[in-house]
């Protein structure tokens, strides 16, 4: 159970940026909030509650040919550096680690599907918080993944439901529909010429929030933001998904419009920033996570501007997830203390980018010599 | 008159860090103040002793065998890119440019010899200036060059002495040898394990004096200080240089414990900082000179200590000088307004980077690919 390499890539399949959009929008995600009947859930819910509830969920497994081959793993089984992993891949949350305490409750689980991605944490806020990760701009594919896998298991469970209200959630802002859909995305050149902050008010007007990269309460760095919908009672799922994802290729559209911008304006300013992070990642002998994810963040745009012409998406998204510190450690194998961790982060993006091909200082790409 | 091609080399060559201890002491330089005899000196002179010191110096070339072939640059005659191309090499001051006026005065001119490395400053402060510029810690070899220098000045030209005082000279701090000698010093070390304040501390205690990068009132950029002695008068030369060199040669012995001090003791901050100056030299776009000189700084400490192995001092001295306003002027063959000027600045230092071998990622170093 406690072992990664059985599934190595499990949320990691986004990391490809195979999905539309994908060097703006690195990632959507759609998560449903659900509860079992005859179980008390949220704050109220005690330990016989969790466990029945996954006793119930591991029952499902063998009986649904969607999720044959699906892995539970409980988390109390599984070691702090693998939890941490799974946070880091986003397929946690703090929350179900044990917040602060850092004990996983007893019956906190996570299902990973095998056939799709897919997961669902078990015993968190809720009792079962389904959820799906897809690469790019695909809010209508990854809800359409968590829809079904919902239809699955509420074939075998009995979802908390209200005629009136609908799903009922631990949470009042999750009642209804239960639905979450969000989607990272990488807006430097809005931040750049300062129309950042008109957008995001826009957000705001339209139903819509915005988080940093590490979801609430977490600050905004190297521009990434996490755009979601807020409410999630009063409209259909198709509706709250479709809303957001029209806003969604909205930003795009104003992202794209501000890069031009600054390629017009602001060229040399632009490609200067651009290649000083390119040059910082190739040769720093430390990096903290923080420093890494700005200068990711110029990279990333010299990437999509094909300023950094061999320098794929796929490899600044690995490097995101990799250079987290239970990734480094699991890849050390051992600890690493916060200097020394900060070494082994500028080390493998360093290497990373070596493998990628030198890109010369005037812009040419060539394999790097032996 | 105004071909800089006919001696290009001139005033570089202690650019090839020949010298001894040249990674930390990059250049040693003597000047004698001479005036003569019969002619007002200082602000009392007039354009017609000005052209009067002229006329004699140009008649001393034609009688000396040593100076034979040296070329006399009247300073109002050449075009003002080559004027800051001269002062850019240290060959003319800014005074003899006319200050602030920026028109170089009647009679202003500089003698330069291309048999060695020795040059005369004519009708700046005073009359003559005799000086010499080596690579590395030479200051008996330098006051050797002038020193005989000023005895074939000497033979044909009355100069103005006093039985009592010594040399006269325009400003009283110069009288007596009329001697400066000083050295231009790389001390990152010192700078950085902050012991930087107690050496200069006591150099004052010693007689000597230090100054940034370009002369008096000058501020310190890139840990380059000029060590000179303050005193001209009582002393003879021999002793003057003597006493210098001996403090000099400690200084470099402190800043080389430093230097092991920081890599035994902050091996990974201070391999860090090399690389990242390393990295932003080898990708910036635009380099203002006062960045560039901070930056080299750090790659110098990196190749003295071997951290970058295939930098040789040599091509660090060369982008010292190259990288100025005038020098990249004159290779671009056209003015460079300030932004683009800091982008030809970064441009040429990518290009000498990269001819100098790529350093990669973990400091080993391969050719450029084509």
Known sequence: MDDL????????????????????????????????????????????????????????????????????????????????????RRLVSEDLLGGKKGVPPRGAAVLLSTKDPTSVMVNEEDHLRLQSLLSGLRLQDAW??????????????????????????????????GLRASVLMHLPGLVLTKEIGQVLKGLNQVGLTFRGLYGEGSEVVGNFFQVS????????????????????????????????????????????????????????RSLSFEELINLLSGVRLGSSLKLLPNLRVYTLNKIMIYSQTAHLEQAAGRDLPLPECDAHRASFVRRI???????????????ESP
């Open 5 to 88: 390499a059985t599934i190595p890539d499990y949320g990691l399949g986004w990391l490809d940026a195979s999905g539309p959009s994908s060097d703006i929008v690195l990632s959507t995600r759609v998560r449903l909030a659900r509860n079992l009947q005859g179980h008390a859930f949220g704050p109220r819910s005690r330990v016989n509650d969790r466990e029945a509830v996954l006793s119930l969920v591991r029952s499902v497994i063998e009986k649904s040919s969607h999720l044959s081959g699906a892995s539970l793993w409980e988390l109390a089984k599984v070691s702090p550096r693998t939890q941490k992993i799974l946070l880091e």
């Open 353 to 367: 980018l070596a493998r990628e091909g030198v890109v010369t200082s005037d812009g040419e790409s060539s394999p």
């Open 229 to 284: 919908n807020q409410t999630t009672l009063g409209k259909a799922e198709e509706d709250l998904v479709g809303h957001l994802d029209q806003i969604v290729r909205q930003v795009i559209q104003y992202e794209e419009h501000a890069r031009h911008v600054l390629l017009k304006e602001a060229p040399a300013v632009t490609e200067d920033k651009i290649w000083r992070a390119y040059g910082l990642l190739r040769y720093a």
């Open 144 to 177: 359409g993944l968590v829809d079904r896998l919902e239809e699955e298991l509420g074939n075998e469970l009995p979802l908390a439901y209200h005629h009136e209200f609908g799903f009922l959630t631990s949470c009042p802002t999750n009642v209804g529909t």
